[in-house]
């Protein structure tokens, strides 16, 4: 029943024209009821349909499968404190009253997203752009705001206190550990064939630029203009961060992820003490805007999950054990409409008892 009505969701996207293509796995109390692929891979330049084994560009789905992990393992070990303000380990950065509790559960006051890719092209002039020239937008603590900027913060506290490069860092203490070996970035040892496409250029990004920059400034930019597939779809993280960051950039296939929410579902499993699991699916903005936990959002019906701008979500329901892996192209060739009621109708269809 449920890998019926599942089907029939992802079929009725597909014929609505919200995505090309899907892989979804959908996995209860640690049995595989669905695991297929749906359509296209890609439509142009080249046609290729869909497989469960492809990789796709995760986009914010790294914010919770790469940097939140590496926070959380910084915290266990003692490396950091939750509560400290960021300046403790980031002395660049001006604004003492933010603390990395703050960034985690994006009430930092930082801005949602700032195109600093125009003029700051790597990884330290990135940093030095937040640390140095981006102001409070309101009190930390006070309102969400989902912020980009601030997981990227969140990176450059990992290099500082791991003093290492944040792919180090993240090999170390995510990857490895968890046995993530269809998870990494800047996948160029990928054949084309293996990859699933997203935007046809970053047309998208280029027009929420006109509201920051003079027309003329964004003209002269190299945006690029052809099919993207095995490039990461986000601005900071290819023109910025060269593939590699804390907000975007991460690139894997749907039973990778799934056997990352598997951790989340064994309650930490001996990776992580069941302390910070807990608290990372704890409401931490109650009155003050959308339900975070750390890193993740938390939904109603007492889920908790993350999206990825490209068209990607995972999310994990604790009351029926289910997990859902729903991975989509739904910015190729051009970004699609918003996919919250069709998510919407998955997870109901995924969630019944």
């Given at each position: ?50 497989r469960t084994d492809m990789w796709f560009d995760l986009a914010s789905l ?113 990857f490895e550990p968890l046995g993530l070996d269809q998870t990494f970035f ?168």
């Amino acid at each position: 029943m449920i890998a019926r009505n599942v089907r029939a969701v992802v079929e009725q996207g597909l014929a609505d024209g919200l995505f090309p293509g899907a892989v979804v796995r959908v996995v209860r109390a640690g049995e595989e009821i669905l695991f297929d692929a749906w359509g296209m891979a890609e439509i142009t330049p080249e046609q290729r349909p869909m497989r469960t084994d492809m990789w796709f560009d995760l986009a914010s789905l790294t914010k919770v499968m790469a940097t939140l992990p590496a926070v959380l393992r910084t915290l266990q070990a003692g490396q950091i404190d939750l509560h400290a303000p960021v300046q403790r380990y980031v002395p660049l950065f001006t604004q003492p009253d933010v603390t990395v509790f703050h960034l985690l559960t994006h009430t930092s006051g930082l801005l949602a997203w700032l195109p600093m890719y125009l003029r700051a092209q790597t990884p330290e002039a990135i940093y030095r752009h937040i640390c140095e020239r981006v102001r409070l937008e309101a009190t930390p603590g006070t309102r969400v705001v989902y912020s980009d900027l601030g997981f990227i913060l969140l990176g450059c506290l990992l290099e500082a206190v791991w003093n290492k490069p944040l792919l180090e860092v993240f090999n170390e203490q995510v990857f490895e550990p968890l046995g993530l070996d269809q998870t990494f970035f800047t996948p160029t040892h990928l054949k084309r064939t293996e990859l699933v496409a997203t935007e046809v250029g970053n047309a998208h990004e280029r027009k929420m630029c006109a509201d920051y920059a003079p027309a003329a400034e964004i003209d002269a930019f190299p945006w690029r203009t052809e099919t993207l597939v095995g490039e990461v779809h986000d601005g900071h993280a290819w023109y910025g961060m060269g593939g590699v960051s804390s907000h975007a950039g991460l690139f894997s296939t749907a039973r990778d992820v799934s056997r990352y929410v598997e951790m989340w579902a064994a309650k930490g499993g001996g990776y992580l003490e069941e302390h910070w699991v807990r608290l990372a699916t704890t409401l931490h903005t109650v009155g003050i805007g959308d339900a975070r936990g750390l890193g993740f959002q938390l939904y109603e019906d007492g889920a908790f999950g993350h999206l990825g701008f490209t068209g990607t979500s995972l999310r994990l329901h604790p009351a029926t054990e289910t997990q859902v892996i729903a991975l989509t192209n739904r910015v190729h060739p051009h970004v699609q409409t918003d996919l919250a009621a069709w998510r919407r109708a998955l997870h109901a269809a995924a969630f019944q008892l």
